[in-house]
């Protein structure tokens, strides 16, 4: 899909000055849709932390079982060894009134058949409780075992995303203060540019600078192929009034979206899979565009790097 979309915003910027509202209009269902899909993945990644709070929760109440059976197991054994000291008193009392009365005997031996009988039982209940404690222990080991995996699992994608972070940041070091950010938050990597590093007012077409700053990113990229690559363009409120080959905030702002996505496309090393360009015209500001500053940090592209989640979902239905 990503591959259709890139060639169709590629053949709209080849013929935009022939471009029909029927494309138009495609393009941006299209990237409606790729928005969904992104939201989807946000949940996806919620829903998958939901889930390890949920098993640490059942873990927790297996813990909470299992040392029930111990006390259960523990006041089976004490009730035990009471029962057998009674028994053993009964003997002795059995074999100094054996020399005295028949009838003495006949009581004791009724009452230590009783007995007899009540600690065959109770070692019958020990027995089962021990086996159902051992299978609460080996369910136990086996979910602890899955939750340790599956933490194991989020924290290397943790540390990467770190690490991913770390060496853009060491990549993109020259462009400091010159409109580029790089950050992480909840679980993903945001590389914002704003745009007087990369475009020239209404224009979508990358200078030189800008194109530098984009090709050492893509060098980074191109190590971590297991990255999904959202590049976004944002606009400030001001409506467009340029080339009348574009229809205003939005389609400029997908424009330039796709621009950076054409030059990192030029990095054979990229898998074009995943890459994905979206315009998100001035509805996404992240400064107020009251002033000229705010209006400038508006004017960005955002890159926005997820880790997949393929492993961690394999976990969880295996669990």
């Keep these: 899909m990503i591959k259709k979309i890139s060639l169709i915003a590629l053949t709209v910027f080849t013929l935009s000055s022939c471009v029909s509202k029927k494309i138009y209009t495609d393009l941006e269902d299209k990237y409606a849709n790729l928005k969904k899909e992104n939201r989807r993945l946000t949940d996806d990644l919620e829903s998958l932390t939901s889930d390890k709070t949920k098993l640490t929760n059942d873990l927790s109440s297996l813990q909470s079982a299992y040392d029930e059976a111990v006390k259960e197991r523990d006041q089976l054994r004490s009730d035990y060894a009471a029962t057998k000291t009674n028994l053993d008193n009964l003997k002795a009392s059995y074999d100094a009134l054996e020399k005295n009365s028949s009838a003495e005997i006949a009581k004791n031996s009724k009452k230590n058949r009783e007995l007899l009988a009540q600690l065959e039982a109770k070692e019958q209940a020990l027995a089962a409780e021990n086996a159902r404690l051992e299978n609460l222990k080996k369910e136990l080991d086996s979910r602890s075992k899955r939750v340790a995996e599956l933490e194991s699992v989020i924290a290397t994608k943790d540390a990467n995303m770190r690490a991913l972070k770390d060496a853009i940041s060491k990549a993109?070091?020259?462009?400091?203060?010159?409109?580029?950010?790089?950050?992480?938050?909840?679980?993903?990597?945001?590389?914002?540019?704003?745009?007087?590093?990369?475009?020239?007012?209404?224009?979508?077409?990358?200078?030189?600078?800008?194109?530098?700053?984009?090709?050492?990113?893509?060098?980074?990229?191109?190590?971590?192929?297991?990255?999904?690559?959202?590049?976004?363009?944002?606009?400030?409120?001001v409506p467009y009034k340029g080339s009348a080959q574009l229809s205003g905030n939005w389609d400029l702002s997908t424009k330039r979206a796709t621009a950076i996505v054409n030059i990192l496309r030029e990095n054979v090393s990229i898998n074009p899979e995943n890459l994905t360009?979206?315009?998100?015209?001035?509805?996404?500001?992240?400064?107020?565009?009251?002033?000229?500053?705010?209006?400038?940090?508006?004017?960005?592209?955002e890159v926005i790097l997820t880790p997949k989640l393929d492993e961690i979902s394999k976990l969880l239905n295996d669990i």
């Design 172 to 237: 993109l070091t020259n462009f400091e203060g010159k409109g580029l950010t790089v950050e992480q938050r909840d679980g993903k990597v945001y590389v914002s540019m704003e745009n007087k590093l990369l475009f020239k007012s209404g224009s979508w077409s990358v200078g030189t600078e800008g194109r530098k700053a984009v090709q050492q990113l893509g060098n980074v990229l191109a190590e971590n192929p297991d990255i999904a690559i959202l590049i976004e363009g944002h606009t400030d409120d």
């Design 277 to 301: 360009a979206a315009g998100r015209g001035e509805y996404a500001p992240i400064a107020s565009n009251d002033t000229a500053e705010g209006k400038a940090k508006n004017r960005r592209i």
